[in-house]
């Protein structure tokens, strides 16, 4: 069983940043798809970015030019660098990892972008 520890949220003003991070348990982190997702109230779950294991990136049209998927196989964690952060961005971030048909979840990590 792999564990999905998310941070770095918060609340933080129109057009600020935060990062967020996710840490896996275990020592097979390298051979998981790492993926964030995001859920407001009322509304579905949705990708905001994915990073392949070699590293290759795919994010949500909303979020393209803002956000920066990375991850660390040293470390284990997989990171969501998020600039310009609008007020449409609020929900709660979850981190996913994907490994065949397997997948493992965070529990979320609150972020509210309010004036």
């Known amino acids: 069983q792999v564990q999905l520890v998310e941070s770095g949220g918060g609340l933080v003003q129109p057009g600020g940043s935060l990062r967020l991070s996710c840490t896996a348990s275990?020592?097979?982190?390298?051979?998981?798809?790492m993926g964030w997702y995001r859920q407001a109230p009322g509304k579905q779950r949705e990708l905001v970015a994915a990073?392949?294991?070699?590293?290759?990136?795919n994010y949500a049209d909303s979020v393209k030019g803002r956000f920066t998927i990375s991850r660390d196989n040293a470390k284990n964690t997989v990171y969501l660098q998020m600039n310009s952060l609008k007020p449409e961005d609020t929900a709660d971030y979850s981190c996913?990892?994907?490994?065949?048909?397997?997948?493992?979840w965070g529990r979320g990590t609150q972020v509210t972008v309010s004036s």
């Open positions: 275990g020592n097979i982190f390298r051979f998981f798809i």
């Open positions: 996913n990892a994907q490994w065949g048909s397997t997948n493992y």
């Open positions: 990073i392949s294991v070699g590293g290759s990136t």
